[in-house]
């Protein structure tokens, strides 16, 4: 069965110290994975993609296929990175997203 | 960037009415359009897939004669709730890509708060 486990609820770190979202998930092809980001009364977001292999915001994710994991990373986390954090898998390339339950990253001062 | 509206952002109605939410691309033309459901502190949950002039494809478990889907044009769908009951409260988003933004993953609306009395 296709799904994505993100197990942690909630994140809680201090300003300045790493940041590590974890994200694994069940699927049988070759994965298309995202993450999404929703800030406070705002919509939910593309944050990036495993294809573009690029850091947005100072944020990375490698896709390790050996332990079905997307964890997303930050070495430095920031007070307006606290936000809600969706891992999303798109099954069989067909646009449709599997998303897990989501991170609520809350970066204390 | 692309830019996907939703109306009405919340609607409060009575038990037995029908709702109907509005789905936009603004800037794009949306070939295909998603509708997501998502209850309290969980996690989005597809309900349907909409492709532009033909019938919605709906996920296994969400009743297509409750939630009907139009997606009369490449700019709008829309998502009514018939005879609308307390248990369908919920916060529904809308997603859409296609047009120049084909090659990207979906854009997301606002989302439409439901509030059924």
């Known amino acids: 069965a296709q799904r994505v486990t993100q197990p942690e609820k909630l994140l809680s770190v201090f300003k300045g110290a790493p940041v590590e979202l974890k994200c694994n998930y069940s699927y049988s092809g070759s994965p298309e994975l995202f993450w999404y980001v929703q800030y406070s009364r705002q919509r939910l977001q593309l944050l990036l993609r495993?294809?573009s292999r690029e850091s947005i915001k100072g944020f990375t994710a490698d896709l390790n296929k050996g332990e079905t994991s997307f964890h997303l990373k930050k070495p430095f986390a920031q007070e307006e990175d606290s936000a809600m954090y969706y891992c999303a898998l798109d099954s069989g390339n067909t646009g449709k997203l599997i998303f897990g339950q989501g991170t609520t990253l809350q970066v204390k001062p | 960037g692309a830019v996907v509206s939703q109306h009405p952002s919340r609607v409060i109605c009575k038990s037995g009415t029908s709702v109907k939410i509005e789905c936009r691309s603004l800037?794009?033309?949306?070939?295909?359009m998603f509708w997501y459901r998502q209850f309290p502190k969980q996690s989005l949950m597809l309900m349907a897939t909409?492709?532009?002039?033909?019938?919605?494809?709906?996920e296994q478990g969400v009743e297509k004669d409750k939630f009907l889907i139009n997606h009369a044009s490449l700019t709008l769908s829309t998502l009514t709730v018939t005879s609308a009951h307390p248990e369908d409260s919920s916060f529904y988003i809308c997603?859409?890509?296609?047009?120049?933004?084909?090659?990207?993953?979906?854009?997301f609306g606002d989302g439409t708060r439901l509030s059924i009395l």
């Open positions: 909409s492709n532009e002039g033909s019938k919605a494809t709906y």
């Open positions: 495993h294809i």
């Open positions: 997603s859409a890509s296609g047009g120049q933004y084909s090659n990207q993953p979906q854009h």
């Open positions: 800037d794009f033309q949306a070939t295909t």
